[in-house]
């Protein structure tokens, strides 16, 4: 069983429209939870960062952790076209750890 | 403020060559990482330095080297590229905060004919 696993879609949606985007995990000794968004042909950006157990909540991003169910999502509102993005989930043990990373899924958002 | 830079952005090379890619942060950043991204195979790690003066194997090391020249530098070479090397290959580092995460390159496209 992978560490991480990431539906890799691809997810397409119509402008407006909310998405879901989940991750699960197996090792229940991540703490610290992120999201990447990566455009076509770019690095991959910080999106959200999450510690705790929880909604946290930025613009039209709301990012939520379970733990109990090793189980993290990102949702996002009012989708636009420049949504539209593969979003990778990382999650680390530690400050000193290295993050370990879904496979990504891809995102269309139609205007 | 240029964040981490990466060099070359592009690069052909054949069989057996050799190359270098270049990485640079001006974020003071204590950690330094390569990463390979593949179709359907996500970021992989391959070497990482978590100080200057010290680099450890991640994930998929084989087929290269890395040197941390300074805490601003981490280079990885490849020393006789096969075309199953053909990836893009990214950059990132990280600070020493509790919270702090990965900051990413814009990446170098190899292709190894």
């Known amino acids: 069983q992978k560490e991480v696993e990431q539906d890799p879609g691809p997810l397409s949606v119509p402008e407006g429209a909310i998405v879901s985007l989940n991750c699960t995990y197996s090792n229940s000794a991540f703490q610290y939870f992120m999201w990447y968004r990566q455009y076509s042909r770019k690095g991959p950006e910080l999106l959200m960062y999450?510690?705790?157990?929880g909604n946290k909540e930025d613009g039209r991003f709301t990012a939520q952790v379970d733990k109990s169910s090793k189980y993290i999502s990102l949702f996002i509102r009012d989708s636009q076209p420049s949504d539209s993005a593969t979003y990778l989930c990382a999650m680390k043990r530690g400050s000193n750890y290295k993050l370990t990373f879904g496979k990504g899924t891809l995102l269309t958002v139609n205007p | 403020n240029a964040g981490v830079t990466q060099t070359p952005k592009f690069q052909v090379l054949k069989t057996g060559q050799s190359m270098t890619l270049q990485c640079a942060q001006d974020?003071?950043?204590?950690?330094m990482y390569w990463y390979r991204q593949d179709p359907g195979m996500g970021l992989r790690l391959i070497y990482y330095?978590?100080?200057?003066?010290?680099?450890d194997k991640g994930e998929v090391p084989n087929g290269y080297n890395v040197s941390r020249l300074n805490k601003r530098e981490f280079s990885l070479r490849l020393e006789s590229a096969a075309p199953s090397q053909t990836s893009v290959y990214f950059c990132a580092s990280t600070g020493q905060a509790l919270e702090e995460t990965q900051y990413f390159g814009p990446g170098t496209r190899l292709l190894v004919l």
């Open positions: 999450t510690y705790s157990s």
């Open positions: 330095s978590a100080s200057e003066g010290t680099t």
């Open positions: 974020m003071n950043h204590n950690s």
